[in-house]
């Protein structure tokens, strides 16, 4: 799987647009399904997400000069409400390509019934685990990250023990040119952490680890400090290899909602607390009315 910002092997003449999975107001952002004519002359599916970037501080005094456009809209004493045309250099699009897309990403980002599932110790065992180990997910892409064969000029800090070590990097989110929706993953580099409900007492020194080298990268490179951090692991998690989250607290980052962020001192915590914590609590989770997942709880009688 091709996953960037950019095109790679094929152009723009090359996309035909299907249809549209989803679009987002707050976000401003669409997600389409499209498909590529390869070079082999095959066609392969591809997700593609368009989305309106950040204003940058640096650029806002060009927003306003002779050349950018304006078209009145609405006029009525004091208030006016206008349509601005700025100059292509300023009319960036951040595009996101997954490419060859398989139909799991494409029901990713089509706009679904989502259902809450409250997930007991015995649930996960029963229900959740089975279903995870019949799947292959693919997470090749991580292994790249983690033994330097893409993105390794991406890695903002890297503490390489097997056992305790991780890697920080940009999320592909985040554009890296303002601080107010800055984004970060911390990526383990163990292999068997599946996700939260694999963590006990054991890998706590992983997790302090994470949690105050990836504080002290992002201040010395950013200037951000932890304060102004949202640290955070997510149940369920979109791939199954331990990572956590690092968000600006004035981002409204995707998934940070009650329902499946967990903040890492939290998780910290509960661990000190209780070893097993994670392996007994019931956890609450999101699922989109067509995954797989949701069936087998119903199934079992469990949603």
């Known amino acids: 799987m091709f996953l960037a910002t950019y095109w790679c092997s094929f152009s723009w003449a090359s996309v035909l647009t299907i249809r549209l999975l989803r679009e987002s107001a707050r976000d401003k952002a669409v997600f389409l399904h ?3 004519n390869g ?3 095959d066609v392969k599916d591809a997700v593609v997400i368009l989305e309106k970037t950040p204003f940058q501080e640096e650029n806002i005094s060009d927003l306003l000069k002779n050349h950018t456009k304006l078209q009145l809209q609405m006029s009525n004493d004091i208030y006016s409400t206008y349509h601005l045309y700025p ?3 300023l009319s960036e699009i951040k595009t996101t390509v997954i490419y060859p897309a398989t139909e799991k990403h494409l029901q990713k980002y089509l ?3 989502v259902h809450l599932i409250r997930e007991t110790g015995e649930d996960y065992k029963n229900i959740t685990l089975p279903f995870i180990q019949s799947q292959s997910f693919s997470i090749q892409w991580v292994y790249n990250i983690l033994e330097k064969k893409a993105e390794a000029d991406r890695i903002i800090h890297e503490n390489p023990d097997p056992c305790n070590g991780f890697v920080l990097i940009p999320d592909f989110k985040w554009n890296q040119k303002q601080l107010d929706d800055l984004y970060l993953i911390a990526i383990s580099h163990r292999r068997e952490i599946k996700s939260l409900r ?4 054991e890998h706590l020194p992983l997790l302090k680890n994470i949690l105050q080298e990836g504080k002290e990268a992002i201040l010395k490179r950013f200037g951000v400090a932890g304060t102004q951090l949202r640290i955070y692991l997510h149940y369920q998690p979109s791939y199954y290899h331990l990572h956590v989250h690092f968000s600006a607290l004035s981002y409204d980052a995707p998934g ?5 962020a967990h903040l890492l001192t939290h998780v910290i915590d509960n661990l000190e607390l209780d070893p097993q914590y994670y392996q007994k609590q019931a956890l609450t989770f999101a699922l989109r009315a067509d995954e797989p997942l949701l069936k087998k709880f119903q199934e079992a009688g469990r949603a």
């Open 256 to 260: 940070i909602s009650v329902e499946r």
């Open 111 to 113: 706009r679904q019934e």
């Open 34 to 36: 499209g498909q590529v």
């Open 87 to 89: 100059p292509p250099q």
């Open 198 to 201: 694999d963590l006990t007492s």
């Open 39 to 41: 070079t082999s002359g």
